[in-house]
């Protein structure tokens, strides 16, 4: 059996015992959490998350970059389009990981990584790309310097460590601004 018919069934699965067609394009616990594509650190299984609960963005070591940031107002522009908003009552959680596959990316990659930052090859020492603990600090930060996103998230940092399954919380949760 193929990957994809394999998935296909798994999809057929899905239909017959879980869909809902009734799920909300806005999610229940008005919750975003941006976090690494590393298939390890699937939010959705680490907090136990049910389909329609979280937005979930996902890029390259979950960090704060240009394109997390488009994101992120794409999704407020969904959410004014359905009459609501993002911003007060709703969390921003910043997910880093142990072990990510970024860190190997300062020597081998330099350039790219810069690039997909959005910053300078000589700015990414500054970025504390080998510790996860700094790493999520300093994007929580960088959030809430950021005037353009609504004041009203609670943002959280948490750092998930791949050895033993265990969140951590680095970052502990507060207003986007006051």
């Known amino acids: 059996m193929s990957v994809v018919d394999d998935l296909t069934q798994r999809n057929k699965a899905f239909v017959d015992s879980e869909f809902d067609v009734n799920l909300n394009i806005m999610p229940s616990m008005k919750t975003v959490i941006i976090g690494c ?23 390259v070591g979950g960090r704060i970059n240009p394109a997390t940031l488009q994101n992120m107002a794409i999704v407020r522009s ?5 009459g609501k908003d993002v911003g007060p009552g709703w969390n921003l959680i910043v997910l880093h990981h142990t072990d990510c596959g970024i860190t190997p990316c300062l020597a081998h990659a330099p350039a790219l990584l810069a690039k997909n930052l ?4 000589t700015e990414l020492d500054n970025l504390a790309i080998p510790d996860p603990y700094a790493a999520v600090a300093l994007d929580v930060a960088a959030l809430k310097a950021n005037p353009q996103l609504p004041g009203g998230f609670l943002v959280t940092g948490m750092v998930y460590d791949v050895a033993t399954g265990k969140v951590e919380v680095v970052v502990p949760s507060a207003l986007l601004r006051p």
């Not at 969904?78 to 359905?82: G, L, M, N, T």
């Not at 959005?118 to 090859?121: A, D, H, L, R, T």
Request: proline share 9%.
């Open 118 to 121: 959005g910053v300078e090859v």
């Open 37 to 59: 594509v590393d298939p390890r650190v699937d939010p959705a299984n680490i907090f136990g998350l049910k389909p329609g609960e979280a937005a979930v963005i996902r890029n």
């Open 78 to 82: 969904v959410a004014v389009a359905e």
